[in-house]
């Protein structure tokens, strides 16, 4: 494969769509999918061939606005039709070349105007199945573009220039991670993607893998090439099957199309990728559990030093970076470093891919720059909460994250800020809570699920999530005291301080940042035995008679 | 030192060939014990002592290392399935969105806990950690089935219909 060929396949995938006058493009990712997108498509195809017309139908991965789904988009208009039904396939292929279908047509612009797409460029524009047409949408072309123009070492050079920080949730910068990697030594390195979204309320990974799976790994190649290695894991998650399914179609059509195997581009470069199935463990996500579980064994973690990039898999030298962040690095090596430098804000890189879930108007998938105020999020592209309910908190970093109030909304979303705010940026989850929510319960619930989750390898999160598990359901219960109260917190801070990996360490956070906004709700519930929610089942105190 | 000799198939079930078919793909090779356990599971629906035994002999991994990683992960399990399987998704955007609540209504109506089967076989009530389709919480799989914004009522129903089948 040239660079030539790929512009043939491109031409060639031009061509054969200049044939159709118009092209339908149907969602059928998860959440579409589970609304009868398939059907949809079906009744389209069908609908298509009656009409006479020549149109292209196509799937397409998450074009964003879930809760709107069915989503079809009609090319070259740009026509976004929502929840649309079987039934309605033959009103828009007759509305094709004529008005849109007004009752069907939806108004999402607040919605998109604040978006930027980088990492979802291709979603909603290509199939995922295909791998032609995520080539002519400038696909491997990055990757043909490192191999024959670039050293490695200008690779690694450019991500730097980018700024790029790892989007699992760490922001560790990626470039000097890529340069770590590069100079340890040893012939034998490795490439692995983190594609274990355990965090519960986040689903971009799934959607980037699901609906543009050839970036994800055209990402590793070139990392692969930047750091010298040769073979590359992807970690996936039981729990995704079509994820599993479509990187395996992509895989094979790599290889058949010569852009992994040996002697890629007719260069010295060989690269190829297995896929690792992980088995229910959230604590894998954690990398240095991920790479024990990649080598069969219990998904437990260990101290680093030595990191991975020095000792990683079966002790080689070995890079680990999550799925968003592979897919940033084709567009970065394409448009250069400065291009996303200049996107985002003071230390926050580029774009990043939120899920927006929980007690809000738009719930889905939107990419915007970083720095961009939270509000902005919430009441503009989310639509502010429904119902006519009031926002309490955003929650950010699944259980590793805190919950942000509502009065904090100006800050700028970044690594840095959110920190400051006592959260963490995270994978990329955020789930919007109204005065529903009783904060206290959500803490527990984030308990709850570290403790199942914890591996028991080290005793401050095996014992430690289990004990704050049981003040927290007596604060819930209304039988706990201040004492429980403070005896939390010093616990809190244990678990913090003496946990062995970023699972434990992490785990008193959305306590901690429930303490420290909501504080009240506590003293209500232990003070008051009352739940000001209305959520925890307090009973109320029996009255001794005199 | 002798070649390696994998032991004989457990019985002539065309699916050990299955199981052996991706212990093959990896050479016999120890890591590749958690993709082996996969296809059993997948195969059979379950892992049993007898295929424990067969993947840790066929990959010379001790037994005692098979077994610890078979009850580490939660995606194995050791008893068959129910014949339906309904799994509740816990996930943070379907507990804030009352999951907790359907867990509740399942547990009362199949009279077991979260993570056993029914006495009869008929339905295994399970619970997942997320799966991934946040937007359209609460969500519950019906027989691997997404579906979205479950009520109470239409869960109860669809186990009803199971039930009496």
Same mark, same amino acid.
Request: net charge negative.
């Given at each position: 494969m040239t660079l030539e060929e790929l512009e043939q396949i491109a031409k060639s995938v031009q061509q054969e769509n200049a044939k159709y006058d118009y092209e339908v493009n149907v969602c059928m990712d998860l959440a579409c999918a589970s609304q009868g997108a398939d059907k949809l498509r079906e009744a389209l195809v069908n609908a298509a061939a009656a009409s006479g017309k020549k149109v292209l139908i196509r799937r397409t991965g998450c074009m964003g606005p879930c809760s709107s789904g069915p989503l079809v988009r009609v090319d070259p208009d740009e026509t976004l039709y929502h929840h649309v039904k079987d039934a309605n396939a033959e009103a828009i292929v007759s509305s094709l070349g004529g008005q849109p279908v007004p009752e069907l047509q939806c108004d999402l612009n607040d919605h998109f105007d604040k978006q930027v797409r #980088? #990492? $979802?460029?291709n979603a909603g524009h290509i199939?995922?199945?295909k791998i032609d047409d995520y080539i002519a949408q400038d696909g491997y072309k990055a990757l043909m573009t490192a191999l024959l123009e670039m050293t490695p070492f200008g690779v690694v050079h450019r991500i730097t220039e980018s700024g790029l920080r790892g989007r699992g949730g760490g922001g560790y910068p990626t470039g000097l991670k890529w340069s770590t990697v590069a100079k340890a030594s040893g012939d034998v390195k490795y490439v692995v993607c983190n594609g274990d979204e355990g965090d519960p309320g986040a689903f971009m990974d799934r959607s980037v893998m699901e609906g543009d799976p050839h970036r994800v790994i055209e990402g590793m190649a070139i990392a692969a090439y930047a750091v010298g290695a040769s073979k590359g894991f992807i970690y996936v998650r039981a729990e995704y099957p079509v994820a599993v399914a479509r990187l395996t179609t992509a895989l094979r059509d790599a290889r058949r199309r010569g $852009? =992994?195997?040996? +002697?890629? %581009?007719?260069?010295t470069f060989s690269f190829d990728i297995e896929i690792r199935l992980g +088995?229910? +463990?959230? #604590?894998?996500?954690e990398e240095t559990a991920l790479l024990a579980s990649i080598e069969g064994r219990r998904g437990t973690p260990r101290p680093r030093p030595p990191y991975p990039a020095v000792? %990683? =898999?079966?002790g080689k030298p070995t890079l680990i970076n999550n799925v968003e962040t592979y897919a940033n690095i084709a567009p970065i090596v394409r448009n250069g470093g400065k291009w996303f430098f200049n996107m985002g804000s003071d230390r926050s890189k580029g774009t990043k891919v939120f899920a927006l879930t929980g007690r809000i108007t738009h719930t889905g998938l939107i990419e915007v720059p970083l720095g961009i105020k939270l509000h902005e999020i919430i009441d503009t592209i989310g639509g502010g909460v429904p119902g006519g309910h009031q926002l309490k908190a955003i929650q950010t970093g699944g259980p590793s994250g805190g919950c942000i109030p509502a009065d904090m909304l100006g800050i700028g979303v970044s690594y840095d800020a959110l920190m400051a705010a006592g959260s963490i940026m995270g994978s990329g989850g955020m789930i919007v809570m109204d005065d529903t929510s009783c904060m206290v319960n959500v803490a527990r619930f984030f308990i709850e699920f570290c403790m199942t989750e914890s591996c028991g390898k080290c005793i401050p999160c095996r014992a430690g999530t289990a004990q704050m598990h049981t003040l927290l359901s007596r604060i819930c219960d209304g039988s706990a005291t201040m004492d429980d109260l403070a005896l939390l917190e010093e616990l809190c801070d244990t678990v913090k301080s003496a946990s062995l990996c970023g699972l434990g360490q992490t785990a008193p956070n959305p306590v901690l940042s429930t303490l420290k906004y909501f504080r009240n709700e506590y003293i209500e519930h232990i003070v008051h035995k009352r739940c000001p929610a209305g959520v925890c089942n307090i009973e109320a105190p029996v009255e001794v008679l005199a | 030192m002798p070649a390696f000799t994998p032991p004989p198939l457990p019985s002539d079930d065309k699916r050990w060939k299955i199981v052996n078919g991706t212990m093959r793909k990896n050479g016999f090779a120890r890591h590749a014990l958690i993709e082996t356990l996969h296809t059993v599971q997948s195969s059979f629906g379950y892992l049993d002592d007898d295929a424990i035994r067969f993947v840790a002999r066929s990959l010379r991994v001790p037994l005692s290392q098979a077994y610890g990683v078979v009850t580490f992960?939660?995606?194995?399990?050791l008893k068959p399935p129910g014949k339906h399987t309904v799994t509740v998704c816990a996930g943070t955007a379907c507990y804030i969105k009352g999951a907790d609540k359907l867990i509740a209504a399942a547990e009362k109506r199949l009279g077991v806990a979260q993570g056993q089967t029914t006495s009869d076989g008929q339905i295994s009530l399970m619970t997942a950690r997320c799966v991934g389709a946040c937007s359209r919480a609460p969500v519950v799989l019906c027989d691997g089935a997404v579906v979205g914004e479950m009520s109470g009522e239409q869960m109860l129903e669809q186990l009803e219909r199971w039930s009496v089948e």
């Open positions: #980088v #990492v $979802l460029e199939d995922p199945e $852009l =992994l195997g040996n +002697a890629i %581009g007719g260069t +088995a229910g +463990a959230f #604590v894998c996500g000792s %990683g =898999l079966w | 992960y939660h995606y194995f399990s």
